[in-house]
């Protein structure tokens, strides 16, 4: 990792924190400005490349920005004003709702170059949802199944997508409020807020009030001019879904599983 310091004039290292893609780390640059540098391991290289490749595109508009990257790093910009969850967990759920409707208008706004052509379809994205409705017996995941297919053929819409919006995935800059940590997918736009219904975690006492899903179905569809039916049939899939990836039963993540029921009924 010398080499990278040495090529990117970086200096000072102080390790954030290790994940299961990378090593992060806050540095300086030689202009004395912090940054953060995440160091891929051998998943890291597969998993967040199209992210990288995803903030490229953005620009900084709406997210933060990328300042070098190769196949084993990436440096970007240095965002450390906290989380967008720490409003929520202040009492502020709505004010942070607001904030991140104009963040996805941000992140969505047509831009002048195309957009990266590597980014996942969301389609196969979802293809672990495809695959557990083969198998499984629950209604849940049988029902998320068939609402997905009929999602996937009725879009007309594709465009880049973050893939991992939630509260935690978006910091306080100097520039005002930024996503980090992109999928880096192409699909139907309302996949994008999906993630915001069960979020932020360790919030169950908010994020499983009935009331909020209708609400937040009710805002973003009218701040970001999306068909709210279809908001919500994304959440509830994405919802189900999670319960596959986390491995997980419904007792496990009961969390989810009460999110998905609740949003069940209110889509036609």
């Not at 540098?37 to 990288?52: C, R, Y």
């Not at 170059?113 to 995941?141: G, H, M, Q």
């Amino acid at each position: 990792m010398q080499n990278l310091f040495n090529q990117w004039n970086l200096s000072d290292s102080e390790k954030i924190v290790t994940t299961h893609t990378s090593d992060v780390y806050k540095v300086y640059q030689n202009n004395g400005e912090l940054a953060v540098l995440k160091h891929f391991n051998s998943q890291g290289k597969v998993d967040e490349a199209e992210g990288a490749t995803l903030l490229k595109y953005y620009e900084g508009q709406g997210a933060v920005r990328v300042l070098q990257n190769n196949e084993d790093a990436v440096l970007l910009e240095y965002a450390d004003g906290g989380e967008l969850a720490d409003i929520v967990y202040d009492g502020q759920d709505k004010r942070a709702t607001d904030i991140m409707c104009d963040l996805v208008k941000q992140l969505h706004a047509e831009r002048n170059t195309p957009a990266p052509t590597s980014l996942v379809p969301l389609e196969r994205w979802f293809r672990d949802l495809f695959n557990a409705a083969k198998t499984s017996n629950d209604p849940l995941i049988l029902k998320a199944a068939k609402v997905a297919r009929e999602l996937f053929e009725t879009t007309t819409t594709n465009i880049p997508l973050h893939g991992d919006l939630h509260h935690s995935n978006v910091l306080k800059s100097n520039r005002g409020w930024l996503a980090i940590d992109p999928k880096g997918l192409m699909g139907d736009p309302c996949y994008d807020v999906s993630n915001i219904f069960g979020n932020p975690i360790n919030a169950g006492d908010i994020t499983t009030v009935a009331q909020r899903q209708s609400y937040l179905a009710d805002t973003l569809s009218d701040k970001l001019g999306y068909p709210r039916d279809r908001l919500i049939k994304f959440a509830f899939i994405h919802s189900v879904i999670s319960t596959i990836w986390s491995g997980s039963t419904a007792q496990d993540d009961a969390e989810r599983v009460i999110i998905a029921k609740q949003l069940e009924p209110l889509f036609s």
